[in-house]
């Protein structure tokens, strides 16, 4: 297989539907309109819509049928961004290489986004709904994710716990962040799929989990030693923040041994997986892609 290409290709049907549903959103005022295009249009690896589109494929499933629930995931991650940005949350002026929204039309109209697309997501969702009792229970997956049990928990869980001394805050409070901020909504693309295919949701979930782990420990790694031009954000604003990291935690060193610990943890599911007779070899090529990451 060729993975770049083949990444490529979902990557590519991602930004075709997102382009898609932005032309369909009719904001009525342009300073919305634009706000949003602004930050869902701003690229990036798009990782969510591509293993949502991947373990449908390995499901046997056509993936090219699924365009609203791609968007919303992507809508959801989105507005998380927006508001991760906030002077009041993370406050950093850069996102993907480009100044943050709030920075381009104010810390209002980057809310008012940001809450534009999360009502747009569940919108799209609820629509699909009708098509059947797995498209419910996909919805309902990524509301658990995005909401109070998931990633707005690990963000308040970020926000409670900075700028505490290690020894007051240690490896509970970073599992804490790490699995509700970053984790649960990764491994929700995952279940969503398995939803779909009425099957395998366990192995999903226990793939997803360990997968955005991978990808937040890889995160902090690069925090410290990546490329600013690459990565496409402020590097070592954690470290100065007094953010809870796995790096600052175990070191540099250790963060990358957990790394490839999860990386591991990624492969034992594909294998139950592949026991299935799921065809697995672009999730792996995946894993080690994220393990091995420069942005």
């Known amino acids: 297989m060729n993975y770049q290409k083949k990444y490529e290709e979902y990557r590519i049907f991602a930004e075709e539907v997102l382009r898609s549903a932005l032309e369909d959103m009719h904001c009525h005022t342009e300073i919305l309109q634009e706000s949003i295009g602004y930050s869902l249009t701003a690229g990036g690896k798009r990782i969510r819509p591509v293993l949502f589109f991947a373990m449908l494929e390995a499901f046997g499933m056509d993936y090219r049928k699924e365009r609203a629930i791609p968007v919303a995931i992507e809508c959801i991650h989105t507005y998380s961004l927006i508001h991760d940005d906030l002077p009041a949350m993370d406050d950093d002026d850069f996102r993907r290489g480009k100044p943050s929204n709030h920075k381009v039309f104010g810390e209002a109209h980057a ?3 940001g809450d534009g697309l999360l009502s747009y997501a569940f919108e799209l969702l609820i629509k699909e709904s009708f098509r059947g009792k797995q498209y419910l229970t996909a919805a309902q997956t990524l509301a658990v994710a995005a909401g109070v049990h998931g990633m707005v928990a690990g963000q308040s869980a ?8 290690l020894g007051e805050v240690g490896e509970a409070e970073l599992l804490l962040i790490r699995s509700h901020k970053t984790a649960e909504l990764l491994a929700a693309p995952l279940v969503m799929a398995a939803n779909l295919a009425g099957r395998w949701e366990t ?3 226990d793939f997803g989990m360990a997968l955005g782990h991978l990808f937040q420990t890889t995160d902090d790694i690069l925090d410290e030693i990546g490329d600013a031009a690459k990565v496409g954000k402020t590097l070592g604003k954690d470290r100065a923040e007094g953010k809870l990291t796995c790096v600052g935690l175990y070191g540099l060193d ?8 999860y990386a591991a943890s990624c492969n034992e599911v594909l294998d139950r997986l592949s026991g299935q007779n799921i065809e697995t070899e672009f999730l792996r090529l995946l894993v080690e892609g994220v393990r091995n990451r420069k942005q």
């Open 111 to 113: 809310i008012l986004a």
């Open 158 to 165: 970020d926000l409670l716990y900075s700028g505490r001394p």
């Open 203 to 205: 192995e999903a979930r």
């Open 254 to 261: 250790g963060a990358k041994r957990l790394a490839d610990r």
